[in-house]
């Protein structure tokens, strides 16, 4: 098989992985705002808290392996592991967002705030900021393998500096506590909620996958015909 | 205890969940498709 | 020709940005105009019955060291794309280890006479002790500064490559200056606040990993920008 038809086998099975998920996310859609339960002292709103969790995960499940693809493109320059990082920025980029606008839309009714500067929710906007950062350094870069070892190279970086702002934020936040009172993670969920939170992590990570393999194999098919029309072949 | 009146809020961001993601879904489905065409 | 060595190469490096850089000086002018600036904005913003010196110098020092260390972090790689220099720098045989502590090296010294010319204009605009805590705070400038050159020497040399170097560069530095500069205006208040070095500790081994870590990370992964 060529590389061309490689990728749009991938292409195909990435689809079908995204359309299972969506079907899923609906069925996750009926199951949390129908099925399960309303949380007395929190409302409504707390149902937030099914799908902004799921993704919140999702969004630093694919930064996390941007991160240690772009290590090992480092180390074995291997063409492929460039794209699928890349692929996973992407997509981890479009679960932030979700992440980013669903939270404040949870906090508001339940802590009376749209944004706190608290380690987590800090960490995550830095960590969103990298990798738009990321992506617009991929995009100033022309010549592929130019992009390839500098993207690498900021993934790398922002790998090791995710915890460090954590670290920094926690420490300031210690030591100047916010008249607002943090409220914790629910500690322990009943079943109902439980299942319907443990349902919606894994449609999102079945829909991480499917966008991933959908996102590489267009990158992929780029790549071929921008190979083919400068006349190479790889 | 009344629970709090804040059902708004959910609908604001289940909607918002659903367009980023179906929204990025479709944009998926037709930059592949349109790769597809391009060198049929 | 005898052999280059890490040490000749970056000292070479550092000595040819500096040659240039006095004699056009305009970075360095820049960076010493925005200091007087912040200074005199913030000066005459705030209502000082309300807002304390204590409140205000810590930060306000930092704001205009980091952004004089910006312009100077950019000039350094922006004179070598201009001349088609960096190609001439990858043919030597000189190591990139060399090429990247030159560059740190000219950049520490050009951000260091610019810290040094900016921090007597503080003691006139704050009435803070600097000069009785004046070592502690030195030492908590130095480190700083190593850590925001360090990432910022090699963000610079993979952002001269794209068209829109100057907007690029803060972009992708701002996350990364998070734990230096908070842990730098962190320790700066205590330490003109005079606080017991006891609550320093957190902060300056923070800022001391951060150094450590990032400095050799950015020293290996510079290797990864030059070689082709």
């Known amino acids: 098989m060529t590389r061309r038809e490689r990728a749009l086998t991938t292409a195909h099975r990435g689809t079908i992985i995204t359309g299972i998920a969506l079907l899923g996310l609906v069925g996750v859609y009926v199951r949390a705002l129908m099925f399960t339960p309303m949380e007395r002292s929190q409302g409504l709103a707390q149902k937030i808290f099914y799908v902004h969790a799921p993704v919140a995960w999702a969004a630093l499940l694919a930064f996390g392996i941007t991160g240690l693809l772009s290590l090992l493109y480092l180390m074995l320059r291997d063409r492929k592991l460039d794209l699928i990082a890349a692929a996973s920025a992407e997509v981890g980029v479009a679960f932030a967002v979700v992440m980013l606008t669903t939270g404040p839309l949870w906090g508001k009714p339940v802590w009376g705030t749209w944004w ?12 969103f900021l990298l990798f738009v950062g990321y992506l617009v350094l991929r995009g100033a870069l022309t010549d592929f393998e130019v992009r390839g070892r500098f993207s690498a190279v900021l993934g790398v970086m922002a790998l090791v500096l995710v915890p460090f702002i954590h670290v920094t934020v926690y420490w300031f936040r210690t030591l100047h506590p916010d008249p607002v009172v943090m409220k914790p993670e629910a500690p322990s969920l009943p079943s109902v909620m439980l299942v319907t939170l443990l349902t919606s992590m894994a449609v999102c990570t079945l829909l991480y996958v499917g966008f991933i393999m959908q996102r590489y194999a267009l990158a992929v098919l780029r790549d071929v015909r921008e190979e083919e029309a400068a006349g190479g072949l790889s | 205890m009344d629970s709090p009146d804040n059902g708004a809020y959910m609908v604001a961001a289940y909607i918002v969940t659903a367009v980023v993601v179906l929204g990025y879904a479709v944009m998926l489905y037709l930059r592949i498709r349109k790769e597809k065409r391009r060198n049929t | 020709m005898p052999r280059s060595t890490t040490a000749s190469v970056a000292f070479a490096v550092a000595a040819k940005d500096l040659k240039v850089e006095l004699r056009t000086k305009t970075a360095f002018v820049s960076s010493l105009v925005f200091a007087v600036l912040v200074l005199a904005v913030l000066y005459f913003a705030r209502d000082k019955t309300t807002v304390g010196d204590f409140d205000l110098a810590p930060g306000a020092l930092w704001v205009t060291f980091t952004f004089a260390g910006m312009l100077g972090l950019n000039r350094a790689f922006l004179l070598e794309r201009e001349n088609r220099a960096l190609d001439g720098l990858r043919l030597t045989p000189a190591s990139a280890t060399g090429i990247f502590l030159g560059k740190v090296m000219g950049n520490l010294v050009f951000l260091g006479v ?46 001269v490559r ?20 908070v842990s730098a205006v962190q320790l700066t208040w205590r330490i003109l606040a005079l606080r017991p070095l006891s609550e320093l500790t957190g902060w300056l081994s923070l800022l001391g990993s951060f150094d450590i870590i990032f400095f050799t990370l950015s020293l290996m992964l510079f290797e990864a920008i030059l070689v082709e």
């Open chain 3, 114 to 159: 610019v810290e040094l010319v900016s921090l007597p204009l503080f003691i006139l605009f704050y009435d803070v002790p600097i000069w009785s805590q004046l070592p502690i705070l030195v030492a908590v400038i130095a480190m700083a500064t190593v850590g925001f050159v360090a990432v910022g020497t090699l963000l610079s040399a993979m952002v």
């Open chain 3, 162 to 181: 794209t068209r829109f170097s100057e907007v690029m560069l803060p972009v992708l530095l701002l996350p990364f200056l998070v734990p230096p500069i």
């Open chain 1, 116 to 127: 706190t500067w608290d380690a987590r929710l800090t960490s995550t906007l830095f960590t």
